[in-house]
């Protein structure tokens, strides 16, 4: 569903993202995990073609970018961790926006979205998106995603900005998905979400790929022997240094 070879994007002489090897595969959940600035986001900037790498190669269901873009970009769906829209629609006009711009079968999408807004209480849709807090904005954007049911969707920070509730819902509704063969391929800083809900982990640092695999092979990884994922993540990013750094304050 994705896979990269030598995954690579240098701005001038810093490289954010340093040959990356990914191998995701249909019906599985995949986290995406690093520290600020590792190279997450521009890593899935280049996974779904809105950030070109300066060497290496992406496949997103067994096509190449460089020659099926507009094909992949209609079977993916992608919510970024700073829902940008047209502030001066209403949300019910950017949802059909949404759909004419992927060609929808419109009844069997309006269906799956109307159920969507009724599980996460999306009741605004007659307001402007302009009016919107940060979560109501996450909330439309996954709904505009998820009703389109991708077979592969990338999810950056997705649960910013969203209640418990809604959090909870969204989840779920991955979970389902996964089980119906979609691939999802997340990032987050909430370690505990990616711990329960992932499948396969992989923690990038200074844009490199340092280990991925299931939480039991992680635990494999650390020299301390440690087995929660947030005292691995820690150990592998030089994070460790949390109680000395207590200690001085």
Not at 109 to 120: D, G
Not at 170 to 180: F, G, P, R
Not at 200 to 215: C, D, F, P, S
Request: charged share 30%; proline share 3%; net charge negative.
């Amino acid at each position: 569903m994705i896979k990269t070879i030598n995954l690579t994007k240098k701005f001038k002489d810093f490289t954010a993202v340093d040959e990356i090897n990914l191998d995701i595969k249909p019906g599985e959940i995949y986290g995406f995990l690093g520290p600020n600035g590792a190279g997450k986001t521009t890593t899935i900037r280049m996974l779904t073609g809105t950030l070109r790498p300066t060497s290496g190669q992406v496949f997103i269901l067994d096509k190449d970018y460089k020659n099926y873009e507009i094909e992949i970009k209609r079977e993916i769906g992608v919510v970024p961790d700073e829902p940008k829209m047209y502030e001066n629609l209403k949300g019910q006009e950017y949802i059909e926006f949404i759909m004419n711009v992927y060609k929808v079968d419109t009844n069997e999408v309006n269906k799956r979205f109307n159920e969507i807004c009724e599980a996460f209480e999306l009741d605004y849709l007659s307001d402007y998106i302009g009016d919107y807090s940060h979560g109501m904005k996450q909330k439309l954007m996954v709904a505009s995603v998820l009703m389109r049911k991708p077979k592969v969707i990338f999810l950056d920070e997705p649960t910013v900005g969203l209640d418990a509730r809604s959090a909870r819902i969204l989840k779920e509704l991955l979970q389902k998905y996964k089980n119906e063969g979609s691939c999802i391929f997340f990032t987050t800083h909430i370690l505990e979400i990616a711990e329960k809900m992932c499948d396969r982990i992989g923690i990038i640092n200074h844009g490199k790929l340092l280990v991925e695999g299931t939480m039991e092979e992680l635990r494999s990884f650390s020299k301390a022997g440690n087995k929660s994922l947030e005292d691995i993540f820690l150990e592998l990013t030089g994070g460790n240094e949390v109680q000395d750094i207590i200690k001085e304050l």
